[in-house]
Nanobody
Framework: QVQLVESGGGLVQVGGSLRLSCAAS????????MGWYRQAPGKQRELVAA???????NYADSVKGRFTFSRDNAKNTVYLQMNSLKPEDTAVYYC?????????WGQGTQVTVSS
């Protein structure tokens, strides 16, 4: 019943920017937490940015100061603004939402950063 659809990935040069979007099928108010994760081939999925119902937003040390996690409740969408991109940011990025009824994932969007 819950769908999360990521978009906005692509190929960018080092130092470039992308904005990822995650559109939910319903109101995002119902989620206890939302976040962005990423996974590169051969590596574990890692948390990039997240917020909880407590109102806190946290970022991985590797992206702190470069990425910004935001939301637009009216559009049922969250965003990840990615600036000053580095090759090590290359990964599939996934949107995640946690609710009392489950833990949900989008299909992912590829981000590739080249020199």
């Amino acid at each position: 019943q819950v769908q999360l659809v990521e978009s906005g990935g692509g190929l960018v040069q080092v130092g470039g920017s992308l904005r990822l979007s995650c559109a939910a099928s319903g109101s995002i108010f119902r989620f206890n937490a939302m976040g962005w994760y990423r996974q590169a081939p051969g590596k574990q999925r890692e948390l990039v940015a997240a917020f909880t119902s407590g109102g806190s937003t946290n970022y991985a040390d590797s992206v702190k100061g470069r990425f910004t996690f935001s939301r637009d409740n009216a559009k049922n969408t969250v965003y990840l603004q990615m600036n000053s991109l580095k090759p090590e940011d290359t990964a599939v990025y996934y949107c995640n939402a946690k609710a009392w009824g489950g833990n949900y994932w989008g299909q992912g969007t590829q981000v590739t950063v080249s020199s």
